[in-house]
Each structure stands twice: as structure tokens, then as C-alpha cells.
């Protein structure tokens, strides 16, 4: 297969019960996958089981049955050490609240992957996390801890950590969930730009459909299955040759 | 911090989980503080009480064991025996006879103590061997008469068995030969005797002779302020009728404890009565022994009740932290990492606790080292508010041990923390 065509994440027929015996069926059979550059978003209701297929892709956590393959590795033959280097090297993960340590300022909190992976961030790191700052208008609070800003600041800190170490893909479950409409569609057109100019695919869960209806691509869960699964210009390329055909 | 940059040096971890480690440890709000003054208390504690058993023990063995010398070497016992100690006293068990009876016939001498006394202080660990003529009589001075033991020394050399130079609390040991003798304070007192007066002693074997008071002492034991009396070995030599014989050989080891294995030695070459200071005062040892325990239960205790707090505490912060090792992990941070960087805080913890502690200790114990009663005296030495005897020795060895509690009290905390689901910690954020 095409190494450029190659999905980053995908998942094949991946089934997820919480508990034991019948349990709570979050993920009934799911297959996806996202390719390398895709802005997807994952919309459905409250307890659909939007998040939990997240924590999947982003082998936080195991499927009960299926499979999880990351840049073409199946995880499940994995274990938590090269799991931990996979996520570290593919992945990058905002989440509903910032999530930055507090103890650290939204620079260290950026370059805290490279820390982690490979003993401390290369000139070029430090060059390109500073880029991103400048590109989410953080670029005079990069030596301020989270508390010392707004919800808004600290959502654009937590993207520039989750792109820090260029990622192929970033997982965002509800980044612009806490965050008033003003601020979310703010970070929302961020993810949007960063995914153009950097080629850095997304995955995002939004409640929001105004917003979800922006991606390039729109995966509707419900109940713990994809009933929807849809390319927006394909959709509105069909949308409009049907208002042609009609007139 | 010194050990950081060292365990950095040693790869076991890396500037990653240094700094998380650190920075956790400097921003805790009040828990380092909390743990750190836990261990630090146990530090302390173990760092004064050992100081302050020592001085105690180093005080009282001085008392016991200054005065005498570590091991003895007699002809035979010079004080008679009880009766009914004695061989061949078998039937008369139904009677009791308490009152010593003086056997004066039965002397006993050490003829070729000159030999003897090389061949002692050849034993390894033996700093000394002096002669002595010892025998029992009484002191007397006008119409007061008092009981005696008579001590026949030559005084630079019983100064080197016994380290008693400073019980000597007026005039001069050194003086004491055929004319002059050192006696106690409290016989100076019954005979109404002080530096410069005249006594006369008198031998059990009738030799009387006059002596001018050199010397008096205080040997902190009452038996002896009463009734010791020190004159030149020649004098004594003679007034017991022993000719150029002596009774008795005192030997001094370096180490006050090294006094059974000198006897033991000595016993190899000589049938005469040998006996160290440690086996003529077991009950006295056996209660240091008994105090020493029940120091190290308490300390042992403080130590234990110090790790369960930093536990507790670190088990707290790691639930508190769950969040932050949740985000850690899904950057790429594996379990192995995650525990170190725990273990790395308990291992801060110990050495803050270590360093905090012993130099709070320290300080206590030098505060009331140099604190002294006015007028009294312990161990032969001016005395202090609490006898201490400070050793660096605690220092290190409660400071390792801080650095172990901290370090295995940090175990089970970090090992939850590594294995911390992230999903569960992100969730619950
Ligand atoms: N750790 C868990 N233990 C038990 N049940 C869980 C757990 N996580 C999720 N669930 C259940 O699985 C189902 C899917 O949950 P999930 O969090 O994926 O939903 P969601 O689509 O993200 O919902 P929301 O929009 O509210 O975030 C729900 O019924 C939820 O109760
Ligand atoms: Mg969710």
C-alpha cells in the first residue's frame, strides 16, 4: 500500500464493554480510519460512545474484542512501554479542560513531549514550538503557568503541546467544550488552519454541530456504532448537482 | 540538588523525570513541607536520643570503669571470703555466718611480675600494665581510727591503667611515694585529715608507718572516698610484708571494651586470678544492653511512624496528581517513568528530611552539650544540663536510614501512580 495513502489510526470492527458480564456496551463493531491529513469530526449524543472510540484510537485504552492499528501496527501485540512510545511519536491528545501541568509553564508544558521521548527538546523543537505559539497569538504568555490564564489561552497552550511533537494526528475530545462560543469557533478555525498549513490531521468530538459542519469529514455515532460516515464536499457536491438536476 | 545531579550522572534517571520530580516537590502546597518535617522529626529524634544515651552511658562507664582499671591480675582474692563460701564448709549449712573473717595468713604474692607485666602489655590491644601491692589495714590520725585498703602504686604508672588524673581534686597524685599518700575525700573528712597533715596507716600485718596527705580524691564511689589509700609501692610492699612481690597487675586495653578478650588471653599463660571490668559488672552492662534496645525500639518506632506518614502522604498527592500522570502517560510517558518520578519525590523527601533533620539534632544536642550545671560533675567531667555525647556516626547512620524510609515509603505510591489508567485519570480530572 502507498505509505502516504496508509490510514494513520484505523480500527477494525473494535467492540468495547465496560463492566463485567453484559455490561455497558460503549462500541458495538466499529471500523474506521483516518488518512494521513484528514479533519474529521465525531458528533453524536451524550453517551453515544464518542469519547471512549478516542481513547481506542488513541490506544489509551484496549477494545474488548477487535483491533486497533496505529501508523500499521496492531496494538493489541503491543505492550505499555512501546504503546506509551507509539502515542508519544503519532499522537497528540487535547482534551475537553487544558489538561497543562500546573506546575510547569505553557512553553515547558509544550516541550514536555520531547522531554519525555528523547531527553529534551533539539534547537529545531524549540524553533517550531515557538512557531506554534506565534500561531495561536500565545506568543507573549509562552513563560506564564496555566493558572495566570484565560480558558480560551489555555486551550491554545494545550494545541500547541498536542502539536508539539508533530503528531500525524491529533485526538480532540470536545477541545472547545468548556469554552463560550466566541472562544470555541476561536480554536476551532485554529485547528482548522493548523490542519492546512501543517498537513497535521484531526480527529475532533464536538457536541457542537455549526461547528462540526466545518470538517472535511463528519462520522455520526450512536449507540456505540457509526450510522453515519460522510465527506462534506462530497455531500454538498451531490447537494448541489441535485438542486442543478432539479431546475 | 547534590544526589539529583548524581543520580542524573548515572543515567538511572533523566532530566525528565527530574524535573517533574522537582517540581512537584516544590509546588505541593504544604505536603513536601508536611513529609519532609515527618522524616526530618524522625531524624532528629534518633539523632538526640542516640547522642543523649551515649553521654549517658559514656558518663556512667566512665564512673564505674575510670576509677578501676579494665582488667585485674591477682595473686589470689585478698579480701577473705564469707565462710560459707568456702570449700569444705559443706555441713554446716544450717548456719549462717555473715561476718567476713580476715585470713592474713594466707597471703598471696606475685613473684615474677616484672616478666608478667611485658608479657601483658605484649597482648594486642593492651595499652598498659602496672603493679600494685594491695592489702587492708586501717588509717588513723589522733584518736580517730577508719578501715583501709591500701594501695601501693607507682603513680606514673598507675596513671596509665586508670584515667583517673582528674578525680584528683587537690594536690598531686604524682607525690605519692614512701612519705607522701593520696587518700579520699571522705576519709580526710572522718579523720579531720587535709593536704599537708600527718595520718598513720597501719597493715593488717601490724606495719605501721606515718604519711604526710599529697593528694585528695573524689572517685564519684563511696567506698572508695572512704577507704582507699594510695602510697608508693615500696611502702607498701613493706608494710604488707611481701618483700619485692607484689598482689596485683593492672592492665588497661585501648578499647574499654576489648576487656574480656584481654583477660581471656591472659588466662592463657597464667593460673592467677584474672578478671575484666565487663565480668565483674555484668548487671551494670546488662542494663546499658537493656537501654540501648529500648532506645533502638523508640527510634526504630519514631522511624516506622515517619515512613507511614510520608506514605500517606504521597499516596494522597498521587491521587491529586492522578490528572497530570494521566496527561503524562497519553504524551508518551511509560509506567517506568511515571514510578520514578515518584520514587525520585520520596528519595527528595529523605534527603530533605535527612539534612533538615540532622542539622536540627545537631544543633539541639550542641545547645545542651554546652549547657553546664554549675558545680556538679558527671563521668569525671564538668556536667551538662542532659549528659550528650554527640557522633557524627548518628548523623550518617539516620540520615541512610531517613533516605531508605523516604525512598521504600515512596514504593507503593509510585507503583499506583505508574499504573494509573490514563482513560480513568482523564476522566475523573
Ligand atoms: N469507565 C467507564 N466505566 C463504565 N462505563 C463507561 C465508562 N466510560 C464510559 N462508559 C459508558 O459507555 C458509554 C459511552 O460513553 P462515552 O463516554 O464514550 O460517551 P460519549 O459519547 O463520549 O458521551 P459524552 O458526549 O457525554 O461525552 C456510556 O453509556 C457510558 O456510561
Ligand atoms: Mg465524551
Known amino acids: ?247 | 540538588m547534590g544526589v539529583f545531579a548524581w543520580l542524573k550522572g548515572t543515567k538511572i534517571v533523566n532530566k525528565f523525570e527530574l524535573k517533574v520530580a522537582w517540581r512537584h516537590l516544590l509546588t505541593s502546597h504544604g505536603q513536601t513541607e508536611l513529609t519532609v518535617g515527618a522524616v526530618a522529626v524522625g531524624v532528629l529524634l534518633v539523632v538526640f536520643l542516640s547522642s543523649l544515651i551515649n553521654g549517658l552511658q559514656v558518663g556512667l562507664v566512665e564512673d564505674v570503669v575510670g576509677s578501676i582499671p579494665h582488667v585485674i591480675v591477682e595473686a589470689a582474692s585478698h579480701e577473705a571470703k564469707p565462710l560459707w563460701q568456702m570449700p569444705g564448709n559443706g555441713g554446716n549449712a544450717g548456719a549462717v555466718i555473715t561476718k567476713v573473717e580476715k585470713m592474713s595468713s594466707q597471703k598471696q604474692k606475685i613473684s615474677e611480675w616484672r616478666r608478667m607485666c611485658e608479657t601483658i602489655s605484649m597482648i594486642p590491644g593492651v595499652q598498659s600494665a602496672a603493679p600494685s601491692a594491695v592489702g587492708s589495714g586501717f588509717a588513723s590520725r589522733g584518736a580517730k581510727n577508719v578501715g583501709a585498703v591500701i594501695f601501693g602504686v607507682d603513680p606514673a604508672e598507675e596513671l596509665k591503667v586508670k584515667s583517673f588524673a582528674a578525680r584528683f581534686v587537690q594536690g598531686d597524685f604524682s607525690k605519692i611515694d614512701q612519705q607522701n599518700v593520696a587518700i579520699g575525700i571522705k576519709m580526710a573528712d572522718d579523720l579531720g585529715a587535709n593536704i599537708g597533715s600527718r595520718i598513720r596507716v597501719t597493715s593488717n600485718e601490724g606495719v605501721t608507718q606515718t604519711f604526710r596527705v599529697a593528694a585528695l580524691f573524689d572517685m564519684g564511689i563511696e567506698n572508695a572516698n572512704e577507704a582507699w589509700v594510695y602510697v608508693g609501692l615500696s611502702a607498701a610492699q613493706g608494710m604488707l610484708k611481701i618483700g619485692k612481690d607484689i598482689t596485683t597487675i593492672n592492665v588497661r586495653g585501648r578499647d574499654l571494651f576489648s576487656a574480656n578478650r584481654i583477660a581471656n588471653q591472659i588466662r592463657t599463660f597464667t593460673s592467677l586470678k584474672v578478671s575484666s571490668w565487663m565480668e565483674s559488672n555484668k548487671a551494670f552492662l546488662d542494663t546499658l544492653k537493656a537501654q540501648n534496645s529500648a532506645a533502638l525500639i523508640i527510634q526504630t518506632m519514631t522511624l516506622l511512624a515517619s515512613a507511614f506518614g510520608v506514605a500517606s502522604v504521597m499516596i494522597v498527592f498521587v491521587v491529586q496528581k492522578s490528572r497530570d500522570i494521566g496527561i503524562l502517560k497519553s504524551m508518551g510517558a511509560t509506567a517506568t517513568q511515571i514510578q520514578k518520578i515518584f520514587m525520585l519525590e520520596g528519595l527528595g523527601v529523605g534527603v530533605g528530611g535527612a539534612l533538615l533533620g540532622s542539622a536540627i539534632g545537631t544543633g539541639l544536642c550542641f545547645i545542651v552539650q554546652n549547657t553546664f550545671l554549675p558545680g556538679e560533675t558527671f563521668g569525671g567531667k564538668p556536667a551538662t544540663l542532659v549528659p550528650m555525647a554527640w557522633d557524627f556516626k548518628y548523623v550518617m547512620a539516620a540520615s541512610l536510614v531517613a533516605v531508605v524510609v523516604g525512598l521504600m515509603s515512596s514504593v507503593i505510591p509510585a507503583r499506583r501512580a505508574s499504573k494509573l489508567d490514563p482513560v480513568e485519570a482523564i476522566r475523573h480530572g
Open chain 1, 1 to 247: 500500500m502507498d505509505k502516504r495513502k496508509m490510514p494513520v489510526v484505523k480500527t477494525v470492527g473494535i467492540s468495547k464493554r465496560y463492566g463485567e458480564g453484559v455490561g455497558t456496551w460503549a462500541l458495538r463493531g466499529v471500523n474506521f480510519d483516518v488518512a494521513p491529513g484528514e479533519f474529521v469530526a465525531i458528533v453524536g449524543a451524550s453517551g453515544s460512545g464518542k469519547s471512549t472510540l478516542l481513547n481506542m484510537i488513541g490506544a489509551l485504552d484496549q477494545p474488548t474484542s477487535g483491533a486497533v492499528y496505529i501508523n500499521g501496527q496492531n496494538t493489541s501485540y503491543l505492550d505499555e512501554n512501546a504503546l506509551a512510545a507509539l502515542r508519544g511519536d503519532t499522537l497528540g491528545f487535547i482534551f475537553q479542560f487544558h489538561y497543562l501541568l500546573n506546575e510547569f509553564s505553557i512553553l515547558e508544558n509544550a516541550l514536555m513531549p520531547f522531554s519525555i521521548r528523547k531527553g529534551g527538546p533539539s534547537r529545531d523543537d524549540r524553533q517550531w514550538v515557538e512557531e506554534l505559539f506565534c500561531r495561536v497569538g500565545l506568543q507573549d504568555s509562552m513563560h506564564c503557568r496555566p493558572k495566570q490564564l484565560s480558558g480560551g489561552q489555555q486551550q491554545r497552550g494545550a494545541i500547541v503541546r498536542a502539536l508539539a511533537n508533530r503528531p500525524k494526528v491529533v485526538l480532540a475530545d470536545e477541545p472547545t467544550g468548556n469554552l463560550d462560543s466566541r472562544n470555541g469557533a476561536m480554536v476551532f478555525d485554529l485547528l482548522r488552519e493548523l490542519n492546512t498549513t501543517f498537513g497535521t490531521g484531526f480527529v475532533l468530538v464536538t457536541h457542537d454541530d455549526r461547528l462540526a459542519r466545518e470538517a472535511a469529514r463528519i462520522v455520526a455515532v450512536e449507540d456505540g456504532r457509526i450510522v453515519a460516515n460522510y465527506c462534506v464536499e462530497e455531500v454538498e457536491r451531490e447537494a448541489s448537482q441535485l438542486r442543478h438536476s432539479e431546475k
